[in-house]
């Protein structure tokens, strides 16, 4: 299953978001919950590296599938636009396929 967490602040602002796993809804190479959670995942961070000034950390791990990032400072509007898009693809993949390959959970974090 692949896990997706949404990181939002007190005022409900995305600040990031952590995915990890494998979906397990076909073999490798043909699952496509797998690969559209990597796309939508992939080009947002692309998205956000290409058209904000932002800057995030970025972890990933490919032998696990785990890919986060995480905003110090309050996204801009550009990234917050992309931030919420990426929430939007993320619902819509799991309104498609259910909760027995996605997970996903709005987590609320603490901020400086």
Known sequence: MVRVTILKDQKNRCRGFETNGHAGYADKGE???????SVLTINTVNSLEQFTKDTFVLNSDETNGTISIWFEREPGEAAALL????????????????????????????TC
Do not use: F, H
Request: with cysteine.
């Open 31 to 37: 699952d496509i919950v797998c690969a559209a959670v």
């Open 83 to 110: 931030l919420s898009s990426y929430e939007l693809g993320i619902q819509g993949i799991a309104e498609n396929y259910g909760t027995q390959y996605l997970s996903l959970e709005t987590k609320e974090v603490e």
